[in-house]
């Protein structure tokens, strides 16, 4: 095979049309076309997916825009706590991290525990002795920080006065999916978590099956949105499931996983692409930070349901 698929999201949440500026807008589509292009330069020059997923989802933790590394959320206490994960289609090797605070890139945490230990996931500070000892650069916990997260978290403790159920500014999570020439697939997903969350609550991004998953043959998945029921559906691994067991074509098993998801009360979205290119992107949200690149079908970006015809489901 000679060609290969990426695709990425930047969160699903509650921004309807017609609410974000055209600046903003504008902003958001370029940091989700730099992440793109940070994976699509690897997998053109035959470069392995797993490379292209971390690049990828590193360029969105470095964008502030983004609820993920720079720009994550603030926790209860006004401070923030990240995760991540990773996985790798053709081995079923896999890392994840939670309970971060000074690591600047969760992603890159999470590969290095994929790479470098006999573990899948890490927690806390013994994560964070981990990733220093592994070389990886380490913050101040107010590098993730901005004046909008702050505002963010501000409105939900004046209203709610506790923890709330979905993340502030309705951006909960990125992550990227990614066929590589050679047919492995890899995914990988990072998140600041929920604003306001509280008693260390860990979500869908770093466990496998939920947040994140990639089998070669099969599909790669990751998820953004209601982190708690992405993990009582086990939303990765049941799109895996569908496809491999019964042979759902991917838009098809992501449609009726969805719908699952759904009902049961979940708001949110996920990214696929099979072991043929093909992508799937379905939310029921009213948004969902969005792309996908290949040779075949070039580069596209999207927020909402006009500008892409991949999505909704619902």
Not at 285 to 312: H, T, W
Request: hydrophobic share 40%; proline share 3%; net charge negative.
């Amino acid at each position: 095979m000679n060609n290969y698929t990426i695709a990425i999201h930047g969160g699903a949440g509650t921004v309807k049309f017609g609410e974000l500026s055209p600046a903003k807008e504008a902003l958001v589509q370029v940091g989700l076309e730099e992440a793109l292009q940070a994976g699509r330069h690897i997998l053109e020059n035959g470069g392995a997916a797993l490379d292209a997923v971390q690049a990828a989802v590193r360029s969105l933790e470095d964008n502030p825009l983004f609820n993920a590394g720079r720009g994550s959320v603030l926790n209860y206490d006004g401070g923030h706590d990240l995760e991540a994960s990773i996985m790798c289609g053709n081995t079923l090797k896999a890392g994840a991290a939670t309970g971060l605070r000074t690591v600047k890139n969760p992603v890159l945490l999470a590969r290095a525990v994929m790479d470098t230990t006999g573990f899948v996931f890490v927690n806390g500070e013994g994560a964070e002795a981990l990733a220093r000892e592994r070389g990886l650069e380490i913050v101040a916990n107010d590098y993730f920080f901005t004046e909008e997260r702050r505002g963010e978290w501000a409105k939900k403790r004046e209203k709610e006065g506790e923890p709330g159920e979905a993340a502030g500014g309705g951006f909960g999570t990125v992550g990227a999916v990614a066929l590589d020439v050679h047919g492995n697939l890899a995914a990988a997903t990072s998140t600041g978590g929920l604003t306001n969350k509280r008693y260390g609550r860990i979500g869908d991004t770093p466990l496998i099956g939920c947040g994140t998953y990639a089998r070669n043959g099969v599909c790669a998945v990751s998820g953004t949105g209601d982190g708690e029921f992405m993990i009582r559906t086990v939303v990765a691994y049941d799109v895996a499931c569908l496809v491999e067991y019964k042979g759902l074509p991917l838009a098809e098993a992501c449609r009726l996983v969805s719908e699952k998801f759904r009902g049961i009360g979940g708001e949110g979205g996920l990214i696929a692409v099979d072991a043929a290119g093909n992508v799937a992107m379905p939310y029921n949200s009213p948004s969902m930070y969005r792309g996908y690149c290949s040779p075949e079908k070039g580069l596209y970006v999207a927020i909402f349901e006009d500008q892409l015809g991949l999505g909704p489901v619902g």
